[in-house]
C-alpha cells in the first residue's frame, strides 16, 4: 500500500524499518531524540527504539561522527545526523580524513557502514551559516557516496540503500523539500511511498520529464525548479528534458550523457556554489566524452557569494526557475 | 542581592535600563516576527523572515558583562545574541534594520539576526555553536602583542561548552596568559538536550581547573552577582594576570527559537525560568530596599519603548538593498 508522504516522515520511516530489521543500525545526533530531529527526520524513532539505540548528543559533532567509524569498524551500521551541513567544518577532520578513507586505507579490512545525514538548502532567510548546500565539497573527497532525493520516494528509497550500503553515504535532504508545514515546500515533493521496505539504487539519475531541445540537469530542489522552468518552456514552444540526478557520487554519467546528446544543449540547475562543483563536474563529464554541444552549456548556480540574509538579496542569486528558463532561452 | 547597596545608585539604574531595554526589544521584536507567520507559522514569511533566537531571561548575564567593557574591548557571541548587543552598545537602529534585512542595518542586510558585527564596538557573533571561543583568543594575542590593555569575552551556552572550541580556546589562553573572559551562558537547554544529559559535571566553571583558569560560577537571577564576578574578570584579564571561566545560571523565558513547540520541555521547567525572571528579581530588590521609586522605573521604561519604537520605526520605514547588492564585497579591495 502505497500514500502520500512528506519527505520526512518518509526518512523517519525508513530509518525505523531498517532498525527494525537490522539491530546494528543505531542513530546519534543532536536533537534527534525526543526533539525527532529539527527537520523530522528522526520522529518517532525515540519512542519506537529507546534512547541506546537513538542517542541523542551533545554538541560534539568531532566526537559523535568519529564515534561512528569506531562503531562501524565493529559491525555496527549507524546514522548519523548534523542538523545543518554548514555546521560539518567543526567535524570534517573525521569525515575525510578518517571515514572516507579507511576502507581504502586499511586495504580493504576496514569496512564503513555509516550514512551521515543533514539538512541543507536555502530560500527562507537563514543566512550565511545555515543555508548552503555544499554537497560539492563532500562530493570531491574520494570515498563518500552522496545522495540527495528531491521527493519522499526517492528519499526512502535512498535511505534503506544508504544504510544497507558498506560504505560511508552521505545523505543530504532539503530543507525546503521535507513537507514540514512550518517551512515552504511544493507539494510534488511529497509522493506516493508504499509502506514496505524499497530500494531506490544509489548511482542512478532519473528522467523525471522529457524532451528533445535542451537538458536540465538537477538535483533536489533544482529539480523542481527544473520541471516548472520545463512546463513555461513548453508553452512557448521548446522542450525541455529534466535530469534528477539523485546520486552525485556514484555519479550517472549513462543517463546525463544519453541525454545531452539527443538534445544537443545543456543547463545544470544547481544550489551549490558555483566554482568548482557539481555544474562544473557535469560539463567537464559532457566535454569528456566527447559530445559535441549545439550551444555553449549554461549554469544556472548560486553565484560565488555567501547566502545573504534580505529575502531581496537571496532571491536575487537563488537558482529558481526563472534563472532556468532564461538561461535556456540564452541558448536557444 | 546582598550586594546591591554597595553599588552607587547611578550605576544601578544603568544596569535596570539596559536589561530592561533588551526586555522590551525581544518582546516587541517578537510580536514583529510573527507578523505574517499566523495563522499557520512559515519561517520564511514576514517582515522577519528566517529563525530568531530571542534572549530574554538572560539579561543579567549581558549586562552584568558588558557594563565592564569599553568599545576597544571585544564581545564574541552567540546565535542568541541580542542582550549582548544591546549591552555592549550596538547602535540600536542598526541593528534592527539589520534583522528586517534593510540597506540601513549593520551589514547592509547582509548578515541577519545571527550575524551582526560592528565594528566600531568590536561585536561580532554566528550561527555556529562553539566558534566564539578561539576567536577571542585571537583578540587576546592581538591586545598582547599590540601592547594594549583591551579586553575578549567570548559567549557560549551550556551546549556550546562540550565542543572542542572551548576546551582548545581554554588552554591557549591559559598558556598564554591572554585577557580573555570564557562566559558559559548555562540556560539548561542545547536546544533540546537537557543539560544533565549532556554534560556530566553539573557546573562546567569546574572544568577551568583543568585548564589552570579561574572558575567561577555565579546565579544569573542576581544580576549584582554576576556583575560582581565580571568586574574581577574583567580586571583580572587588563592586568595581565589571564582569562576567567564563568558560568552565568540563566532560564530560557522562550524557546531555543521562534516557533519552537518546546514539546520536550516539561512545563514545570518553564514556570521555574518565570519565577528566576531576572528583570523582575532586579525590581523586585531595588523597590523593596528602597533604592529607587516606582516613578524612576517607570520613567527608565518609558525611555526604552521609545527608543526601541524608534529601532522598529527605522527599520520599517527604511529601504531594501539593491539586489544587485548580494554579489557585492565577497572579497575586500574592490568588488
Redesign the interface.
Given at each position: 500500500m502505497a500514500r502520500k508522504l512528506p519527505m520526512y516522515k518518509a526518512i523517519s520511516e525508513a530509518i525505523a524499518q531498517e532498525m527494525e530489521r537490522d539491530k546494528n543500525v543505531f542513530v546519534m545526533g543532536e536533537d534527534i531524540g525526543a526533539y525527532g530531529g529539527i527537520f523530522g527526520a528522526t520522529s518517532g524513532l525515540l519512542e519506537k527504539f529507546g534512547p541506546e539505540r537513538v542517542r541523542d548528543t551533545p554538541i560534539t559533532e568531532s566526537a559523535f561522527i568519529g564515534a561512528a567509524l569506531g562503531a562501524a569498524s565493529k559491525g555496527m551500521r549507524p546514522i548519523v545526523e548534523l542538523m545543518f551541513v554548514d555546521f560539518f567544518g567543526v567535524a570534517m577532520d573525521q569525515i575525510y580524513n578518517h571515514i572516507a578513507k579507511a576502507h581504502y586505507m586499511s586495504g580493504g579490512q576496514v569496512k564503513m557502514p555509516i550514512v551521515i545525514t543533514t539538512a541543507m538548502g536555502g530560500g527562507y532567510s537563514d543566512a550565511a551559516q545555515h543555508s548552503q548546500c555544499l554537497y560539492g565539497l563532500f562530493a570531491h573527497v574520494p570515498g563518500l557516496k552522496i545522495v540527495i532525493p528531491s521527493n519522499s520516494y526517492d528519499a526512502k528509497g535512498l535511505m534503506i540503500s544508504a544504510i544497507r550500503d558498506d560504505n560511508p553515504v552521505m545523505y543530504f535532504f532539503h530543507k525546503g523539500l521535507m513537507g514540514l508545514g512550518w517551512m515552504p515546500s511544493p507539494p510534488e515533493a511529497a509522493v506516493e511511498v508504499p509502506e514496505e521496505p524499497y530500494t531506490v539504487p544509489i548511482g542512478e539519475a532519473k528522467v523525471v520529464r522529457e524532451g528533445s531541445d535542451v537538458t536540465i540537469v538537477g538535483v533536489a530542489k533544482t529539480v523542481h525548479e527544473g520541471i516548472w522552468a520545463a512546463e513555461e518552456l513548453e508553452k512557448e514552444g521548446m522542450s525541455a528534458e529534466v535530469i534528477d540526478l539523485r546520486s552525485l557520487v556514484p555519479l550517472d554519467k549513462k543517463t546525463l550523457l544519453e541525454s545531452v546528446k539527443k538534445t544537443g544543449r545543456l543547463v545544470i540547475a544547481d544550489e551549490d556554489y558555483r566554482s568548482y562543483g557539481m555544474s562544473g563536474e557535469i560539463i567537464a563529464t559532457v566535454v569528456e566524452n566527447g559530445i559535441s554541444l549545439e550551444a555553449p552549456p549554461v549554469r544556472v548556480a548560486y553565484p560565488d557569494v555567501p547566502v545573504p540574509y534580505s529575502r531581496v538579496l537571496e532571491k536575487y542569486v537563488l537558482p529558481d526557475k526563472e534563472k532556468i528558463i532564461n538561461a535556456v532561452k540564452s541558448i536557444m | 542581592m546582598e550586594k546591591v547597596e554597595e553599588i552607587p545608585k547611578e550605576t544601578l539604574l544603568e544596569i535596570y535600563k539596559t536589561m530592561h531595554k533588551i526586555r522590551t526589544y525581544e518582546e516587541t521584536l517578537a510580536k514583529w516576527y510573527y507578523e505574517g507567520k499566523t495563522p499557520?507559522?512559515?519561517?520564511?514569511a514576514g517582515p522577519i523572515?528566517?529563525?530568531l533566537h530571542l534572549s530574554s531571561g538572560q539579561e543579567s548575564a549581558a549586562v552584568g558583562v558588558c557594563l565592564h567593557l569599553k568599545p576597544e574591548d571585544a564581545v564574541v557571541g552567540t546565535h542568541r545574541a541580542h542582550h549582548f548587543a544591546i549591552a555592549k552598545g550596538v547602535d540600536l537602529k542598526k541593528m534592527t534594520a539589520?534583522i528586517f534585512?534593510?540597506a540601513t542595518?549593520l551589514?547592509?542586510?547582509?548578515?541577519?539576526?545571527?550575524?551582526l558585527f560592528d565594528a566600531y564596538q568590536n561585536f561580532s557573533c554566528?550561527?555556529?555553536?562553539?566558534a566564539s571561543f578561539p576567536q577571542a583568543v585571537g583578540v587576546g594575542i592581538a591586545a598582547k602583542l599590540k601592547g594594549e590593555d583591551y579586553v575578549a569575552v567570548a559567549v557560549g551556552g551550556d551546549?556550546?561548552a562540550?565542543?572542542?572550541?572551548f576546551h582548545e580556546a581554554l588552554n591557549l589562553a591559559a598558556i598564554w596568559k591572554l585577557p580573555v573572559i570564557f562566559v558559559i551562558e548555562d540556560n539548561s537547554w542545547?536546544?533540546?538536550?537537557p543539560k544533565e544529559?549532556?554534560?556530566a559535571v553539573s557546573k562546567n566553571s569546574e572544568r577551568a581547573a583543568a585548564y589552570g583558569v579561574p572558575g567561577v560560577s555565579v546565579d544569573g537571577t542576581d544580576v549584582i552577582a554576576v556583575y560582581e564576578v565580571a568586574k574581577e574578570a574583567v580586571e583580572r584579564a587588563r592586568r595581565g594576570e589571564g582569562p576567567t571561566l564563568i558560568e552565568i545560571k540563566v532560564y530560557r523565558l522562550r524557546g531555543h527559537f521562534e516557533?519552537d513547540p518546546q514539546?520536550?520541555r516539561p512545563k514545570e521547567d518553564l514556570e521555574l525560568a518565570k519565577q528566576k525572571d531576572p528583570l523582575l528579581n532586579f525590581e523586585k530588590a531595588l523597590l523593596e530596599k528602597g533604592i529607587v521609586t516606582e516613578e524612576e522605573l517607570n520613567k527608565i521604561k518609558e525611555e526604552n519603548i521609545k527608543e526601541v519604537q524608534e529601532a522598529i520605526d527605522f527599520a520599517v520605514n527604511s529601504p531594501?538593498?539593491e539586489?544587485?547588492?548580494?554579489?557585492k564585497a565577497?572579497f575586500a579591495g574592490g568588488e
Open positions: - | 499557520r507559522f512559515d519561517i520564511s523572515p528566517g529563525e539589520e534585512g534593510k542595518g551589514s547592509g542586510g547582509k548578515g541577519g539576526h545571527m550575524h554566528s550561527g555556529i555553536v562553539g551546549g556550546a562540550n565542543q572542542g572550541t542545547a536546544i533540546s538536550v544529559k549532556s554534560t516557533g514539546h520536550y531594501y538593498p539586489p544587485e547588492e548580494a554579489l565577497v
